[in-house]
């Protein structure tokens, strides 16, 4: 038989069959092999039997030569092949052969084929051998035995050798091998005990093993098993660096060729499972950026930590303050198996600043700044005192804004696009009587609803009616003012204590409650049967200060929930009232009050007489009671108020300890006063303002607590440099409205 397919190699055979019985003397067979390449080569041949299991201790051919000496082109070499054993013990028919010639020289090969016929002989098969458990499962670090069963059949006795074959000798303790001798008609069990090491040198995979029994007077015999090693372990999953920074150092001069970063993630395999890994980026900011990864995919061995290169590139802006972009990095695994890797994902960071460093922007903005003050002198619109506190009335379009300032001033916006203009129909009539005030007049007197005598500390917009206002005063009066002119409706104050400041109004939905929180620590209210009478002149007086035994608690805040229930005052101590109206008159004015407390508590121990609680916020229109609280230390709070349980109190002079449920709290960045709070209409979000300037976007789980995967430090919409007094929320407009004491009243747009 030739084949010279590739012209290198060709090789014959001297016959095509051969019949071979194990009894009778050795068989040979020649080849012949021609170098027909164009160089010298040698020659080695291989022979391959169908259906063999490859025994290093079991031969059954030899050659002559083993290899052949390097011949010139043109050459031939012949080999000779004897044959003295069976190829498969004990197989008796016939078997292919594939003679395999290979030159080292050429890298080429050759296979010529031929059929040998095996007959039987008289040698009985006298042993046999078999698994009773041919399936087997195991974890790493664990053992487990292997029961193997030899039965003899013969007249003598026989002396055999059981081997284990096909897995790792180093798993099988004291010896693969077994040697023992059988008597006739006898059988024996012997065990092959595995010890598989740890889970990194155990690879999960399906072990085919052999157990093989020789003996002196029979062939040899096998049974197969399976061997399965489970899966176990994890992949750790970390980075030495989840914040970066492009550019890594801020620029004294524009740099506008830096605008990527590159994230180190290491992937550690505990596990007994190779892997091949996925990253794929996630996360808030992901389209803002592009990604490349070396490598592109990460194969981790078993005990091996592979690191990938996470390269982000992202647009960076001329001008403007540095933003953070969000990201997160998921590995996605080949073999899922054993789930994620641990932890599933990292949260990544990247700041990213202007091109033109902020230094220089300043310089260039005081300069254009001190320019067109030279070219337009005209006198913007604005308060001349601090902004005190804000409110939103009306919706869509039509939407506007009340703002009460130091400068005894209550201005109406119009909400535009995206900017607030004063009102060009509300313009300040001053009469005889308004002459005399403690502030001086508006020079601007466009959209000047009211100038009242005392600055104005608080306003509200009166419910059910929505054309009339309330403002506190510093000298303790509350007016009740018409939108349309600013004139006033009526006047309401408590003239057995004239002079309480007022800092806080709030109304039940129904307009026929008022309250009011003072500076002396009492808590009025005001209470008519119907919208279209006037607030009686008397209120009732809840003196906070004289129940809870303090020589001072001014009331900073106040807060109804939104049945109109419960009210909430704040002040010093870190702590909030819970004044309650009578449970067995659910629905009654607000007079006979029940009064509970709570004292917040921050790591620290109970607050000291300098601490207070600035701010109270409910969820708006919702069947659950979730209050919002901040302080002095900038520490946020939320709370279930419907989960309070006050403690039992005979004494109805002294007043309760509540224990309320908190849902989360956690500390602003700058640890300053959070002065004001405002939740959505919905509820995904709070909005906060504070001593550091800035007003901040914190969204919310539906479980009320901080959604830290969206803003885990909160999302900062305005940065100023003087205190957020007062803020108002209209997130169906995607707006927050604020009022500060660099005196201006601005809008914020929430994307």
Same mark, same amino acid.
């Given at each position: ?496 204590? &004239?002079? =309480?400041? $007022?800092?806080? @109004?709030? %109304?039940?939905? !129904? #307009? ?96 000291? &007489?300098? =601490?207070? $609680?600035?701010? @109270?916020? %409910?969820?708006? !229109? #919702? ?129």
């Amino acid at each position: 038989m030739n084949n010279n397919s590739d012209n290198l190699i060709s090789a014959s055979l001297s016959t095509q069959s051969l019949t071979y019985r194990p009894d009778k003397p050795e068989i040979s067979f020649e080849v012949t092999v021609n170098n027909d390449s164009d160089r010298f080569a040698n020659f080695q041949l291989e022979i391959i039997a169908a259906g063999e299991i490859r025994n290093p201790n079991y031969s059954w051919y030899r050659l002559e030569p083993e290899v052949s000496a390097a011949q010139p082109h043109g050459s031939s070499t012949k080999f000779q092949v004897f044959i003295f054993n069976t190829p498969i013990p004990g197989f008796v028919g016939t078997v292919n052969l594939s003679v395999k010639i290979f030159s080292p020289q050429l890298a080429r090969e050759r296979r010529v084929l031929l059929r040998l016929e095996i007959e039987g002989d008289n040698k009985p098969n006298l042993i046999s051998v078999e698994l009773p458990i041919r399936m087997f499962q195991v974890y790493p670090g664990n053992a487990i035995d292997i029961p193997v069963r030899v039965r003899t059949q013969g007249q003598v006795a026989s002396n055999v050798l059981l081997r284990f074959i096909g897995i790792d000798a180093s798993w099988v303790t004291n010896s693969v091998e077994r040697r023992f001798t059988l008597n006739t008609g006898s059988q024996t069990e012997v065990s092959f005990r595995c010890e598989l090491p740890s889970v990194v040198q155990a690879p999960s995979l399906n072990y085919l093993f052999t157990v093989e029994a020789t003996s002196n007077n029979s062939y040899p015999v096998n049974a197969e098993g399976n061997l399965e090693v489970l899966p176990i372990g994890y992949i750790n999953f970390s980075t030495p660096q989840n914040n970066q920074k492009t550019p890594s150092r801020r620029p004294w001069l524009p740099d506008w060729k830096s605008n990527s970063a590159s994230y180190e993630l290491l992937f550690k395999n505990v596990s007994n499972l190779r892997q091949e890994i996925n990253l794929q980026i996630q996360g808030r900011d992901w389209r803002k950026c592009t990604f490349k990864k070396f490598p592109e995919i990460a194969n981790v061995n078993l005990g091996e930590t592979a690191k990938v290169i996470l390269d982000v590139k992202t647009k960076r802006h001329w001008v403007g303050i540095g933003k953070t972009i969000f990201l997160e990095a998921k590995p996605e695994l080949s073999d899922q198996r054993l789930g994620s890797t641990e932890p599933a994902t990292q949260s990544l960071e990247l700041e990213v600043l202007p091109i033109i460093p902020l230094w220089l922007q300043l310089a260039i903005l005081a300069l254009l700044a001190a320019l067109l003050a030279l070219l337009f002198r005209q006198e913007a619109i604005a308060h001349t005192a601090s902004v005190n506190s804000v409110r939103i009335i009306g919706s869509g379009t039509g939407s506007s804004v009340v703002s009460a300032s130091n400068d005894c001033t209550l201005r109406f916006w119009r909400i535009r696009t995206d900017s607030l203009e004063a009102d060009e129909n509300v313009t300040l009539k001053l009469k005889p009587n308004e002459q005399k005030s403690k502030c001086v007049q508006p020079r601007q007197p466009k959209g000047v609803l009211a100038f009242a005598n005392n600055p104005i500390l608080a306003v509200r917009f009166v419910p059910v009616e929505n054309n009339s206002v309330a403002i506190g005063l510093e000298n303790g009066k509350i007016e009740l003012r018409q939108i349309s002119t600013g004139e006033i409706v009526s006047t309401l104050e408590d003239s057995q204590e &004239q002079g =309480d400041k $007022v800092f806080d @109004l709030g %109304f039940s939905k !129904d #307009s026929l409650n008022l309250f009011s929180g003072s500076g002396k620590g009492k808590v009025r209210v005001w209470s008519r049967g119907l919208i279209t009478k006037k607030f009686p002149e008397k209120p009732v007086v809840i003196d906070l200060e004289e129940q809870q035994k303090l020589t001072r608690f001014p009331i900073w805040a106040l807060a109804l929930s939104p049945d109109d229930k419960m009210l909430i005052v704040s002040g010093e101590f870190n702590r909030f009232l819970i004044l309650s109206r009578n449970q067995n008159q659910p629905n009654s004015p607000f007079k006979n009050i029940s009064v509970e407390r709570l004292e917040k508590i921050d790591g620290n121990g109970r607050g000291g &007489q300098d =601490d207070s $609680v600035l701010s @109270l916020a %409910f969820i708006p !229109d #919702s069947p659950e009671k979730i209050l919002a609280t901040s302080d002095s230390a900038g520490l946020i709070a939320i709370w279930d108020l419907a989960q309070c349980k006050p403690t039992s109190n005979n004494n109805q002079q002294q007043i309760n300890d509540s224990n309320c449920k908190l849902l989360d709290h956690w500390q602003d960045e700058s640890k300053k006063p959070i002065r004001t709070l405002a939740f959505s209409e919905d509820g995904k979000f709070l909005v906060s303002g504070g001593d550091d300037g800035r007003v901040v976007v914190w969204y919310l789980t539906s479980s009320h607590q901080l959604d830290k995967t969206k803003s885990p430090k909160g999302i900062t919409i305005f940065r100023g440099s003087k205190k957020i007094r007062s803020i108002d929320v209209k997130s169906s407009q995607g707006i927050v409205i604020s009022g500060s004491e660099d005196f201006q009243v601005r809008l914020h747009q929430i994307k």
